[in-house]
């Protein structure tokens, strides 16, 4: 199985959803389509699925044409975040239901489609449910049914939309796994939705970043972590400290910055913006500044700072509390950046300004 995805378009009305979505899916890889709400990710999905249709582009399976095939005859599997068991069917019956409404040529025997539902149960770990109703399950082992009522038809594609969506953090980390091992067991091959970083990197193979209808970077979790192409990847991934530089020779420089840490990139000289997370930057006391501490706010293991700068740059750091002991507000530091991405600076929207100031959110502390 090969799916391939080429310059896919989507406009409902003047909005345009998909702006040309060039994707490739191999045989058993696991991929993280993963982006802020409104990117496009269910849209992009319902098309896989045939429960939609796009205005331009091509989406092949094995080189056959999916968009001139209706959806039962695509055999995709799909588990949303809110999935609509049977309420009145015990669970190995809804897991049994793909397989009873087949055609009746391809529908396997009775005895064989109960054997089928009992090794899903089985393989999914959830055989002791399979005499109970929806109602008697919990949210995880709901969706754990979910995912076997998918399965059941030996699906060429499974399409996951926020599946854990609904879930408490402790049951989405415990699924995750699970689905890992689900996933590789069954060698399906698996399109995974989410808006949840922590999630897409630590399930997929590989993760799509989409934004505003398009796709913003591919690759590998670590890749993208280390490495975000765009500055919407940056923000998006939590590098939200943006520091406008100059690039000389390779180099990030501004007043009270200390570049020592940072590689020398090849990109040439002129105004650029540095991204880098919160955690990244260290504020080292120094009476000539040229930074200010405004606001110091404990969140308990961190010490959250809000630093003012040169031409009212105001940025929000955060170091661990015991290390921000010096810190108190009025403190004036330099600014030593231990990592960060560089992107030249733009004069559309998508370039960086100085941020504007906001306050903190969280209670103040009252000594250090
Ligand atoms: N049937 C529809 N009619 C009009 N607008 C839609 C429709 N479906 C989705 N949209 C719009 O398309 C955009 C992308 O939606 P969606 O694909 O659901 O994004 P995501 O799943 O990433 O949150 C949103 O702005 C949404 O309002
Ligand atoms: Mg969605």
């Not at 409104?38 to 796009?54: E, M, N, R, V």
């Not at 415990?174 to 922590?198: K, P, S, Y």
């Amino acid at each position: 199985m090969t799916m391939s995805i080429a310059h896919l378009t989507r406009r409902f009305g003047a909005t345009e959803v998909l702006r040309g979505i060039d994707l490739a899916v191999d045989k058993g890889e696991l991929v993280a389509l993963l982006g802020p709400s409104g990117s496009g990710k269910t849209t992009l999905l319902k098309i896989i699925a045939g429960l939609d249709w796009p205005d331009a582009g091509a989406l092949t399976v094995d080189g056959e044409d999916w968009l001139a095939k209706r959806a039962q005859d695509r055999r995709i599997g799909f588990v949303f975040q809110h999935y609509a068991l049977f309420p009145h069917m015990k669970v190995r019956d809804n897991i049994a239901f793909g397989l009873t409404v087949l055609p009746k040529a391809e529908r396997p025997a009775p005895k064989q489609i109960a054997a089928r539902v009992g090794e899903l149960l089985h393989f999914l770990q959830i055989a002791p449910l399979g005499d109970r109703y929806p109602a008697e399950l919990s949210g995880g082992q709901r969706q754990r049914v979910a995912l076997g009522r998918a399965l059941a038809v030996d699906p060429r594609i499974l399409l996951l939309d926020e599946p854990f969506g609904a879930l408490d953090a402790q049951v989405r980390r415990d699924l995750r796994r699970w689905l890992r091992g689900v996933h590789d067991a069954a060698g399906t091959t698996t399109i995974f939705v989410t808006h949840d970083q922590e999630e897409a990197f630590e399930l997929a193979d590989r993760v799509v970043v989409m934004g505003a209808g398009r796709i913003e970077q591919i690759g590998r979790p670590d890749e993208i972590y280390d490495h975000p192409a765009t500055p919407f990847v940056a923000r998006f991934l939590g590098l939200t400290v943006e520091l406008p530089v100059t690039l000389r020779a390779g180099r990030a420089e501004a007043p009270g910055l200390d570049p020592s840490a940072l590689p020398r990139r090849a990109m040439a000289d002129g105004p650029a913006t540095l991204f880098l997370r919160p955690t990244e930057i260290t504020p080292v006391p120094d009476t000539t500044g040229p930074w200010r501490v405004a606001e110091a706010v404990s969140t308990g293991a961190l010490l959250r700072l809000g630093l003012e700068g040169p031409a009212d740059c105001r940025i929000e750091v955060e170091v661990p509390r015991r290390a921000g002991r010096g810190l108190t507000e009025g403190q004036t530091v330099r600014l030593r950046p231990e990592a960060g991405q560089i992107f030249p600076r733009q004069s559309n929207s998508d370039g960086a300004s100085a941020p504007a100031a906001k306050p903190l959110s969280s209670v103040k502390e009252s000594s250090l």
